[in-house]
């Protein structure tokens, strides 16, 4: 009888235990506004991104409390409870004014948080606040500071191997902040900081989840309807489901998880932003520099001069072995590898493409003679975030079919819109004759230039492919200038363009075309000075011997750092004529304007100078890259060779493709070949 009523009690117990996790947790998605931005006007209300998203929350969470399937509402961004004393305003918005509301017909339509528009349209309802005001303080610095240190360090990584000028007043700018901390090497702390901030505004996020779900805990009984935004949900859904609780997350419309992928792209990039001692470049992934033969050496002398070597040594990292810059392993005349310094550490590139001379290029050779040199090649991955329309199997096959192998770093996945864009670009005609081997999804070692995505190695004809800083910006762009604009149309009027331009950029480069002459036709000039020394020169690949450099460029008689001054007063310009309320008259005294019909088409810094973008007068090589692209950019996209269209792709891409004439493109393309393949564009 004893154990019968101590099993009864068990038995109750469990049953209250369960009966206390009865009840549904809603959790809403929701894309919210700042809020101080100022909503009271309902027209212009409307127009915002996030209208569709808000106004479906409100018809949803007021369904569930007209069925009587909530009783409570739990909101983020304020503490305590929204109550009839509730006073305080949100996008221009007080309960108070809401009240006087709730019975138009356009109600639903009001921009103003849905838990206050909810509470004044149902005073009886219980609506919490779920938040916490210091940590949601302390989330906005921490993002603050993310912001903060990684705009240095890019801006230092950008400008240490390119302007010494600049980097230097980053540097001093920098240390002028963090005296003690940035001195020794401000780079590798602004990397730190960044990745510390980005940690500190995850674990925040965290902590303010412990505020909701202690609520949701007691009050589970109520049937809560949350509305919180998205970088919060899958932790606090992860919580509540430890808990056994019933959770139903909900996607209203509208909602767009551009702040989490943004996030995401920001961590992966940190990640592989790593500052390291030595890194070996142009190698087989997986490559194991301690399993590495020296089997014949090139004497000092022959490959340095006194002052070179005196330089180099002073730089060469103790951990490496010095056999590495003399080894010449097939005796072929030309060196293993060549040493340089990037933004992250000393690169050891690989200067010989065949070190065994065994016919099978290093980027695909595990083997070193008979000797394992590194870890089997990784199949690749794959994504399709892009709505590329094609099957990946067919896209690999037709590049295979032309002859290109597609390999990956380990975790870096390649974009299938890319790859399809990229298949077609090689079937047109302008390319023939291009002897690119490789594309490599990776990460980039140098400093290319701001907003590359792509970079194309000539001694290895390998085409680079950075996914990480293609994704980052895809994100980043469509936060901050084209919320609202539906994603697809998104990547196919601007990331599509975007692509084929950069992609059309270094395919021109795997062109064997000398351009020197075109571009001194166009306006280049230069001045070759000869090399003094031998590294630069001596045992090296063909394609990388440096005899001469050239010095005193200038195009149409300015060099590129007049043009960036330049370039940068007129957006300075463009950005007052857009602010002022007095454009037309601004509009009739700047230079660069080409009419007044419509004020985006009407200001041009490259119709005006007759150049597609300021990246082509940087060099004659970049310039002629530039050309190139910008005349198989126009056959592609038809409507580009209307000066309006150009105008609008200079302020959307900075990239001017009608600087190069139908005249022009018939000099630097034979016009009358037959045009094929296809690039999807809407």
Request: charged fraction near 30%; proline fraction near 3%; include cysteine.
């Amino acid at each position: 009888m004893k154990n019968l009523r101590r099993a009864f009690v068990l038995c109750l117990l469990s049953f209250l235990s369960c009966s206390k996790n009865k009840g549904t947790v809603f959790i809403f998605k929701q894309w919210h506004l700042s809020p101080n931005q100022d909503t009271t006007s309902k027209e212009l209300a409307k127009e915002l991104p996030q209208f569709i998203n808000q106004k479906d929350i409100f018809l949803k969470t007021k369904a569930l409390v007209e069925s009587h399937k909530t009783d409570l509402i739990i909101a983020e961004g304020c503490e305590g409870e929204i109550n009839k004393d509730f006073s305080e305003s949100f996008n221009g918005w007080t309960l108070k004014k809401l009240k006087k509301e709730r019975n138009s017909s356009d109600f639903a339509d009001i921009m103003a948080p849905v838990p206050m528009k909810l509470k004044a349209m149902f005073p009886k309802l219980e609506v919490l606040c779920g938040d916490n005001m210091r940590l949601i303080e302390e989330n906005l610095r921490a993002m603050s500071n993310v912001r903060g240190f990684y705009g240095f360090y890019q801006g230092l990584k950008d400008s240490q191997q390119t302007n010494k000028e600049r980097y230097e007043a980053y540097v001093k700018q920098f240390v002028s902040l963090y005296p003690q901390k940035a001195k020794k090497n401000p780079m590798q702390f602004a990397l730190d900081q960044t990745k510390n901030a980005l940690l500190q505004f995850e674990k925040l996020i965290k902590k303010r989840n412990e505020f909701f779900f202690d609520i949701i805990k007691k009050q589970i009984h109520k049937n809560p309807v949350v509305i919180i935004g998205g970088l919060h949900v899958e932790d606090l859904t992860q919580r509540l489901n430890e808990k056994s609780y019933d959770v139903k997350e909900i996607i209203p419309k509208g909602y767009k998880n551009d702040e989490q992928l943004l996030l995401l792209s920001m961590k992966e990039i940190l990640n592989a932003e790593s500052i390291v001692d030595v890194i070996f470049y142009q190698v087989p992934e997986g490559f194991d520099k301690d399993k590495f033969l020296f089997k014949n050496k090139i004497k000092k002398s022959e490959l340095f001069s006194n002052n070179e070597w005196e330089t180099l040594k002073k730089q060469f990292p103790e951990t490496l072995s010095e056999q590495f810059l003399f080894s010449d392993y097939d005796d072929d005349g030309i060196r293993d590898f060549t040493f340089s310094r990037s933004s992250r550490g000393t690169v050891m590139t690989a200067e010989d493409t065949d070190w065994d001379n065994d016919g099978v290029d290093n980027l695909v050779d595990m083997t070193l003679g008979d000797t394992k040199i590194s870890k089997e090649i990784p199949i690749g991955q794959y994504v399709n975030n892009y709505f590329s329309s094609k099957k990946k199997e067919k896209i690999l096959k037709s590049l295979s079919e032309q002859k290109i192998t597609v390999l990956a770093k380990e975790g870096y996945p390649h974009e299938i819109l890319v790859l399809e864009i990229l298949d077609n670009l090689l079937k047109r005609k302008e390319f023939d004759g291009h002897r690119m081997k490789y594309i490599k999804a990776s990460s980039p070692f140098f400093t290319y230039g701001e907003n590359s995505f792509f970079a194309y190695i000539k001694h290895t004809n390998s085409m680079e492919y950075y996914p990480q800083q293609l994704s980052h910006y895809v994100n980043s762009e469509y936060q901050k200038r084209f919320k609202g604009v539906k994603f697809e149309d998104y990547i196919q009027k601007f990331i599509v363009p975007l692509i084929v331009h950069s992609l059309a950029h270094e395919l021109a480069h795997a062109l064997e075309k000398n351009y020197e002459d075109l571009s001194k036709q166009f306006g280049w000039q230069w001045k070759d000075s000869a090399y003094q020394g031998k590294y630069l020169t001596k045992y090296r690949h063909r394609e990388k011997e440096i005899k001469s450099h050239k010095t005193n460029m200038t195009f149409k008689n300015k060099p590129f750092q007049s043009w960036k001054a330049e370039y940068r007063s007129y957006t300075k310009t463009v950005n007052k004529i857009l602010k002022s309320k007095q454009r037309d008259q601004l509009l009739k005294t700047f230079k660069y304007s080409t009419g007044l019909t419509e004020l985006e088409q009407s200001m041009s810094f490259f119709a005006y100078h007759k150049i597609p973008s300021l990246y082509a007068t940087l060099n004659p090589a970049e310039w002629y890259a530039e050309s190139f692209s910008a005349c198989v950019f126009q056959r592609i996209f038809k409507e580009s060779q209307q000066k309006s269209r150009s105008i609008e792709l200079e302020h959307l891409l900075g990239f001017y493709p009608l600087a190069m004439t139908p005249l022009n493109c018939k000099t630097f393309i034979d016009s009358t070949s037959q045009v094929t393949g296809e690039v999807k564009s809407n």
